[in-house]
């Protein structure tokens, strides 16, 4: 999440995943109207544009999501998925 480091969260799904990277469930957007690739916006520490990174979906939520495909640390844009449209991200 901009801005934010958690380290201890707990989501009950009655699954375990175990060393998940866990984002705010508004990072995740398709492109192309491909419903099946999930991407997120990778910006810097101001906040700057990086990349569009592919990432695989474990698990989501309306608030979180456990993702594999960036490593811990990275930085997403929250507020691009908003800006692509509801559809963007919420036929998971």
Not at 41 to 64: A, K, L, P, Q
Request: proline share 1%; hydrophobic share 35%; aromatic share 14%.
């Amino acid at each position: 999440m901009y801005g934010k480091k958690v380290n201890s969260l707990k989501l009950y799904t009655g699954r375990v995943f175990a060393n998940a990277l866990i984002i705010d469930s508004h990072c995740l957007f398709h492109i192309d109207n491909d419903d099946r690739a999930w991407y997120v916006r990778t910006v810097d520490s101001n906040g700057n544009f990086i990349d569009f990174v592919r990432v695989e979906v474990g698990y989501r939520s309306d608030d979180y999501a456990t993702i594999s495909g960036i490593p811990e640390g990275t930085l997403c844009d929250n507020g691009y998925g908003k800006i692509m449209g509801e559809n963007a991200w919420t036929n998971y």
